[in-house]
């Protein structure tokens, strides 16, 4: 079961991922966030529902299997936290945690994530996102933080 945030963390960096992935990874489903690098990046991130959806067929598919009505799903807003524990060139054993086909896989890199969070209150960032990452509640700034 997802724990639920009241208070945020306004030092969070957010990465955006498009809807019904963002939802999958809330609920614990989706565990593995597949990617075309490998990420430094250790510890607690927001997740930002991107304003777009994911129009695959991988998506449409993961979401029907957990039930999820993605016109249905908030867009263009903070809607929990994640950890990023661990970084590395996918296999086809990820398939599953990933929600993606095997052949989706090659060449790519999974971030490993736990510990999904909802925020109990979605969250419009107060500076709109410039990139895969960013700082929803500060200006702009150079580098993400890194877990020392």
Do not use: C
Not at 5 to 28: F, M, N, T, V, Y
């Amino acid at each position: 079961m997802t724990k639920s945030i009241k208070h945020p963390d306004k030092s969070l960096p957010a990465l955006g991922i498009r809807q019904p992935w963002a939802e999958l990874i809330l609920r614990g489903i989706k565990t593995i966030e597949i990617r075309s690098s490998q990420t430094k990046i250790r510890g607690p991130i927001y997740v930002y529902a991107s304003k777009k959806l994911a129009k695959t067929p991988h998506a449409d598919k993961a979401a029907a299997h957990a039930g999820i009505n993605v016109e249905t799903l908030p867009t263009g807003v903070l809607i929990g936290t994640v950890e990023i524990v661990d970084s590395f060139p996918v296999t086809q054993k990820h398939a599953a945690a990933s929600g993606v086909p095997a052949e989706v896989l090659k060449g790519k890199f999974g971030w490993e994530l736990a510990n999904p969070q909802r925020l109990q209150k979605l969250i419009v960032p107060e500076f709109l996102p410039y990139g895969v990452w960013f700082y929803p509640f500060t200006r702009k700034q150079s580098g993400v933080r890194k877990k020392q």
